[in-house]
């Protein structure tokens, strides 16, 4: 699977665009992009998933760089209850290895 | 909405004493993976189900934990003689049978907290 590297943490207002970033420079051609986010004491919950192409979802859109080496997923009007961990996972989603996550915090 | 349920959705636990938990998967979903959660982590991948079978178990920690599915519905996943490290969120997740293995999105229990003393 892919190292991915995310911030640590982040924060957003209330209303604005998210746009968390990720770094997979060891992905491989056929390697999907995952984001998986996880509320305080729940199970970590899909978000979006891509291979080449941007993809939107009723959640979120999910950009990957033509080189494959990097996304951002973006939330277009967080609210409080974005607040979570996201996860980005490079890899096969037969064993998603997931990593620490960027904490994105949504202040009123 | 019949999502990944897992029992009991807490356990508090003396050290040396055995633990079962429960996962039942979507229904109709016939893969299935246990993964541990210590604090401040992500999720650690541990073991995982396709209909009974159990098709990769490196990653359980020890020879203390062991994972079944008899039926290929429910699964259990078991810790013997538990120690104050095993002290973690152990989460449940399940897939939908169809679409190519590395294109699917995974539904995860609540988990089941596990303390032990």
């Known amino acids: 699977d892919a190292k991915t590297t995310q911030p640590p943490s982040m924060d957003c207002a209330e209303g604005r665009a998210a746009n968390l970033p990720c770094n997979h420079s060891?992905?491989?051609?056929?390697?999907?992009v995952y984001w998986y986010r996880q509320i305080h004491s729940q199970g970590p919950q899909y978000i979006i998933h891509?291979?080449?192409n941007n993809e939107t979802n009723e959640m979120a859109s999910l950009i990957i760089t033509e080189d494959r080496k990097s996304s951002t997923l973006i939330l277009p009007h967080a609210t409080l209850r974005d607040t979570a961990v996201y996860y980005c996972?490079?890899?096969?989603?037969?064993?998603?290895?997931f990593g620490k996550g960027t904490l994105l915090t949504v202040n009123p | 909405d019949t999502g990944v349920s897992q029992d009991p959705r807490h356990k508090i636990t003396k050290r040396g004493q055995n633990v079962t938990f429960r996962c039942d998967p979507i229904?109709?979903?016939?893969?299935l993976y246990w993964y541990r959660q210590t604090l401040g982590q992500g999720p650690e991948f541990l073991t995982y189900?396709?209909?009974?079978?159990?098709?990769?178990k490196s990653r359980l920690l020890s020879d203390r934990f062991s994972a079944e599915r008899p039926k290929g519905s429910f699964s259990t996943l078991e810790i013997q003689r538990t120690e104050q490290g095993d002290s973690a969120m152990y989460l449940c997740?399940?897939?939908?049978?169809?679409?190519?293995?590395?294109?699917?999105?995974?539904?995860f229990g609540s988990g089941t907290q596990l303390s032990v003393l």
């Open positions: 060891t992905i491989s051609g056929n390697e999907y």
């Open positions: 229904s109709e979903h016939n893969r």
């Open positions: 996972i490079g890899g096969s989603n037969y064993k998603l290895t």
């Open positions: 891509g291979l080449k």
């Open positions: 997740a399940s897939r939908s049978a169809y679409g190519s293995l590395t294109n699917e999105k995974l539904f």
């Open positions: 189900f396709q209909n009974e079978a159990q098709l990769e």
